[in-house]
């Protein structure tokens, strides 16, 4: 039961920051982003979630389209990265605005070489994992920017107190779970290969640090002081 429980926390955590959107309606323009990107993860996840126990009860052979859901963890690393850029862009902080603005782009640049040179979108083989290479370096740039966002409160120095700070929790929350996150994607192709058991076994900390990003999101919005 605790196994199963932690194996959909990708789905069910979601359902906690979107419960509190519901009840406290905070319409803050910077947390539209992140709106959307909890309920597009949710779909996402879910088919993930899904896809996985299709798998495991029906037993899908390679080559099959639904074998592998590793194109659902590429397509989320995609659009989280965007939604997340734009949340950072809408905050207004001036501090290094043309890079925060070209990172986007770069990225862009990246995944279509990525996938077109290097890596199949939907994998195709047996022993293809998703994308370590994706989402290893959208973790990357979504730690950087939580760390320009911390450097811009510290160089403001301003009298509001830090909590009170628009998208505070938001980047709290995201800093650890990208900062934690960023070893195991990393990784975690190699290890899927070499020693799946560890494999799965490390997946569960990134659920933990998944259902913390929630929480902390869910903190942000019930907040509702802007």
């Known amino acids: 039961m ?3 429980i932690l194996d959909w926390s990708e789905v069910w955590a979601l359902l906690i920051p979107l419960a509190v959107i519901l009840w406290r309606r905070n319409k803050a323009t910077y947390l539209r982003p992140i709106r959307i990107y ?8 879910t088919g993930i979630d899904l896809l996985a126990e299709y798998k495991l009860k029906w037993g899908i052979q390679t080559g099959d389209l639904l074998w592998n859901n590793n194109f659902l963890y590429n397509t989320g690393s995609i659009i989280r990265f965007f939604l997340f850029a734009w949340f950072f862009n809408l ?22 070489a990525n996938f077109i040179f290097y890596e199949n979108f939907i994998p195709r083989g047996e022993y293809e994992s998703f994308s370590s290479r994706l989402l290893a370096t959208e973790a990357a740039l979504l730690l950087f920017y939580c760390l320009q966002y911390f450097i811009f409160l510290i160089i403001e120095d301003t009298h ?14 995201l800093s650890i779970y990208v900062s934690v996150s ?7 192709s190699y290890l899927s290969i070499a020693t799946l058991n560890f494999a799965v076994t490390i997946w569960d900390v990134h659920n933990i640090v998944y259902i913390i990003l929630c929480l902390f999101i869910a903190k942000q919005f019930y907040q509702k002081n802007e």
């Open 91 to 112: 905050l207004r902080q001036r501090f290094m605005h043309r890079i925060k603005m070209a990172l986007p782009f770069a990225f862009l640049v990246f995944v279509l």
């Open 2 to 4: 605790i196994r199963k």
């Open 38 to 45: 909890l309920w597009v993860a949710l779909v996402l996840n």
């Open 182 to 188: 960023f070893f195991i994607f990393l990784f975690y």
């Open 160 to 173: 509001t107190r830090l909590s009170l700070h628009p998208g505070f929790w938001v980047v709290t929350g």
